[in-house]
T-cell receptor, first 112, second 113 residues
């Protein structure tokens, strides 16, 4: 069965520092992969997606993610975080029948 | 602007009462979804619908019911049979092209006391 693991429940970085959020998935075929962001009390916003092709995908707000089939990973990165990036981030994988399976999320805290 | 609306933002009910959460989309999407979100649990799928007048149970459908009479609307009823209904509820839609990309509404926080 498909699954998504986000190993880090909380991550704290200083403003201006680089960021990497980890995501590992389990899926038999070529996966459809997503990163979403959620501010407190809000809905989810799509940051970026991978369907096929170039394994490094660019998203909104300066985020990027790299698909590594050999490691079953789709880690999210940003070279320099801003205080406004503090939020919860969800990795997700397409799971058939138009469904998505979400990881449990990583909450990002930014130190001034 | 195209998007998904959920109303109300906050909802309070007494235990034993049924309550219906609204979800409307004007994106012309075929598929719609209801998720429940609890702290540390991620998003769990309650029900989804790929076409009007048809819907399927998700992972945690017990105590919930839905209808899909119009393409734009997918209301969720939280019944008195739901043992722990207090949660944040999110509605989403997708174009059902097989690419899975879902768009989310702002959510409804339901508190049952």
């Amino acid at each position: 069965a498909q699954s998504v693991t986000q190993p880090d429940i909380h991550i704290t970085v200083s403003e201006g520092a680089s960021l990497e959020l980890r995501c590992n998935y389990s899926y038999g075929a070529t996966p459809y992969l997503f990163w979403y962001v959620q501010s407190p009390g809000q809905g989810l916003q799509l940051l970026l997606k991978y369907f096929s092709g170039d394994t490094l995908v660019q998203g909104i707000k300066g985020f990027e993610a790299e698909f590594k089939r050999s490691q079953s990973s789709f880690n999210l990165r940003k070279p320099s975080v801003h205080w406004s990036d503090a939020a919860e981030y969800f990795c997700a994988v397409g799971a058939g029948d138009d469904k998505i399976i979400f990881g449990k999320g990583t909450r990002l805290h930014i130190l001034p | 602007d195209g998007g998904i609306t959920q109303s109300p933002k906050y909802l309070f009910r007494k235990e034993g009462q049924n309550v219906t959460l609204s979800c409307e989309q004007n994106l012309n999407h075929d598929a719609m979804y209801w998720y429940r979100q609890d702290p540390g649990q991620g998003l769990r799928l309650i029900y989804y619908s790929q076409i009007v007048n048809d819907f399927q149970k998700g992972d945690i459908a017990e105590g919930y019911s839905v209808s899909r009479e119009k393409k734009e609307s997918f209301p969720l009823t939280v019944t008195s049979a739901q043992k722990n209904p207090t949660a944040f509820y999110l509605c989403a839609s997708s174009s059902s092209t097989g690419l899975y990309e879902q768009y989310f509404g702002p959510g409804t926080r339901l508190t049952v006391t």
